[in-house]
């Protein structure tokens, strides 16, 4: 069965230095999205994005993320200066065209110290 | 602004119990409604999607249903199983996004 693929599984980085989390979504999808969970609360919407533009984005999303679809198979998600509060788990998903549910990666767990 | 809440916020079983999480929503102009299942520390995975035109879907010993002008879905479990613990979340659709509850962390004891 596809898989969403998201690396690393686990990232430790200092206050204020710059992380991307990468992904590998499913290769016939076209819509993409980066969700976040912080331990102990819901899995929030961050940002997606479609045909190689954000088509929504959560105002968690601000200035120091970005997003990016570098070629046919990669989407990452930047945080440019990552603070105390950026710790959480991020998931990648993708869907397809056809009404069809999401399908999530494993995750990323960002730990910022 | 859609909210999505899920009750009971944990439960404790002993295995072959039949069990049902509830999840309601506020604002019915969903697209669909998909359950997960996530164990700790680990990715989502996709147990049922229900369009919002459809009344319920089976999977198995799973069987989700969804009532959109009351603004609920049920998950029945059937004949519970201690691989069956962990947090099962439900999550609406909303335009591109989808709006998550906060989860039922599930545990069925042998």
């Known amino acids: 069965e596809p898989e969403v693929t998201q690396t690393p599984s686990h990232q430790v980085t200092q206050m204020g230095q710059e992380v991307i989390l990468r992904c590998v979504p499913i290769s016939n999808h076209l819509y993409f999205y980066w969700y976040r969970q912080i331990l102990g609360q819901k899995v929030e919407f961050l940002v997606s994005f479609y045909n190689n533009e954000i088509s929504e984005k959560s105002e968690i999303f601000d200035d120091q993320f970005s997003v990016e679809r570098p070629d046919g198979s990669n989407f990452t998600l930047k945080i440019r200066s990552t603070k105390l509060e950026d710790s959480a788990m991020y998931f990648c998903?993708?869907?397809?065209?056809?009404?069809?549910?999401?399908?999530f990666g494993s995750g990323t767990r960002l730990t910022v110290v | 602004k859609q909210e999505v809440t899920q009750i009971p916020a944990a439960l404790s079983v002993p295995e072959g119990e039949n069990l049902v999480l509830n999840c309601s929503f506020t604002?019915?102009?969903?697209?669909?409604l998909q359950w997960f299942r996530q164990d700790p520390g680990k990715g989502l995975t996709s147990l049922l999607l229900i369009q919002s035109s459809q009344r319920e879907q089976t999977s198995g010993r799973l069987n989700a249903s969804l009532d959109k002008s009351s603004g609920r879905s049920t998950l029945y479990i059937a004949a519970s199983q201690p691989g069956d613990s962990a947090t099962y979340l439900c999550?609406?659709?909303?335009?591109?996004?989808?709006?998550f509850g906060q989860g039922t962390e599930l545990s069925v004891k042998p």
């Open positions: 998903a993708s869907r397809s065209t056809m009404g069809y549910g999401y399908t």
């Open positions: 604002d019915s102009a969903i697209y669909n």
């Open positions: 999550a609406v659709r909303e335009g591109g996004k989808l709006i």
